[in-house]
């Protein structure tokens, strides 16, 4: 007898495996364009507030602080209760409020205040949206979905929009207004995770509930790819943070680019952030996630070089497009790579925890030494620092066990 329900199921779970990732790829990617809008505003807030390279590292840093305990707080509390949808929204209703309240502060420590509350809701959001992703992917394509999801997304509208909008409106009306904006659209996606997203997936829902029992974090923790990942977030947090943080300074400042220019570069930074947001998880479901860590993040180690050494603007856009692939990177160690080490009941504490662990380090202590260190020995000082991140990247992308199941699937075959 044939069954006629598998396959409007099949298309059933597939249709929702597309619509929750345009939901989540524009809820993650506004989490992106509030926090890079920093960056892009500093230029503008140094008239009113007159920050030096170490408060403006501070203020990135703050916000990974936050962000980091908010992130392993947020998964092991999801894989307590089970629940991921309620914390997403709560998060993302937060984020847009506290991210709009930055346009209020009338000085440093308001501001500081202000980024620390909006690091606080921000880093509940990934935890929870990569958990609800991998559940709904089918296995051909959990790489692709959770690198669009988390790199692509970041890359369009943290990259390419954020520096255009906010650095517009900031020559148009006035920085803070920037900021005021952003509360609009993190509203109308918590409104959208209420009405469309699942707590569980099409393809999960009708599963045993042994396949979700609950892992203690220590047992997580002794696992070698979770703590291989973890240091790797470290120093790639710190390659990422301490580029997007001080690029659009060292461009205006010490190039002497107009803030057009900066803008227009910094784009480019955002086109090679979607472009590999989605090419490296893609090509790792093929070649493997160890060889694709390894041979773009390489490539990500001559990124904040060329923002020293190269003077043409259209030359260094061009070569951003191609070395900037370290945010593609980021899905497979923060993501993918742990979503295939541990069982589901640990997915959301093995995610939160890594991304904690490195935004602690590489997010908050990162650009506070790498602006300490601009301070004392000129910004070129935070590029070298971003670059040997990347470079102890490449070493522990070695202690990696793969995990890509096409790879895995090979060797045993072979």
Do not use: H
């Amino acid at each position: 007898m044939t069954d006629t329900t598998a396959a409007p199921d099949a298309r059933a779970a597939d249709r929702y495996e597309i619509r929750l990732l345009v939901i989540l790829f524009l809820s993650f990617g506004f989490v992106f364009f509030d926090r890079q809008a920093l960056s892009f505003l500093a230029p503008y807030m140094d008239k009113d507030f007159g920050l030096s390279n170490a408060e403006l590292g501070t203020l990135s840093g703050v916000l990974a602080l936050t962000w980091a305990l908010a992130g392993m707080f947020a998964g092991r509390l999801s894989d307590a209760l089970g629940r991921r949808k309620p914390i997403l929204i709560v998060a993302v209703v937060l984020f847009s409020l506290f991210s709009a309240s930055s346009g209020l502060m009338g000085g440093f420590a308001g501001l500081l205040v202000a980024r620390a509350l909006m690091g606080t809701a921000e880093g509940a959001v990934l935890p929870m949206a990569q958990s609800l992703m991998v559940e709904a992917s089918r296995e051909s394509r959990r790489g692709l979905n959770m690198g669009l999801l988390q790199g692509s997304s970041a890359g369009l509208l943290g990259g390419i929009l954020a520096p255009l909008v906010v650095v517009w409106i900031a020559e148009t009306y006035d920085w803070r207004v920037a900021f005021y904006v952003t509360i609009i659209p993190g509203l109308i996606m918590a409104a959208l995770i209420w009405r469309f997203v699942r707590e569980r997936s099409p393809r999960t829902q009708t599963e045993a509930p042994q396949a979700a029992v609950k892992v203690p974090l220590g047992e997580v923790l002794k696992l070698r790819n979770i703590v291989v990942c973890m240091l790797i977030a470290c120093c790639y947090l710190t390659w990422f943070v301490t580029i997007i943080t001080f690029t659009p300074t060292y461009l205006t400042e010490v190039k002497g680019f107009s803030p057009g220019t900066m803008s227009g570069v910094m784009t480019c930074l955002g086109v090679a952030w979607v472009l590999w947001g989605f090419v490296t998880p893609a090509i790792s479901d093929r070649i493997g996630r160890k060889a694709a860590l390894i041979g773009f993040t390489a490539l990500a180690v001559c990124c904040p070089l060329a923002v020293v050494y190269v003077e043409s603007p259209v030359l260094l856009g061009a070569i951003m497009v191609v070395t900037y692939t370290g945010l593609g990177c980021f899905t497979l160690f923060m993501a993918t790579i742990p979503a295939e080490t541990v069982p589901r009941g640990a997915l959301a504490t093995a995610l939160g925890v890594i991304m904690g662990v490195g935004e602690l380090a590489g997010g908050f202590l990162g650009p506070m030494v790498a602006g300490w260190a601009a301070d004392q020995w000129g910004l070129q000082a935070a590029m070298f620092i971003a670059a040997g991140g990347a470079l102890v990247v490449v070493a522990l992308c070695f202690a990696l066990k793969e995990t890509a199941p096409a790879v895995l699937r090979r060797r045993a075959a072979a």
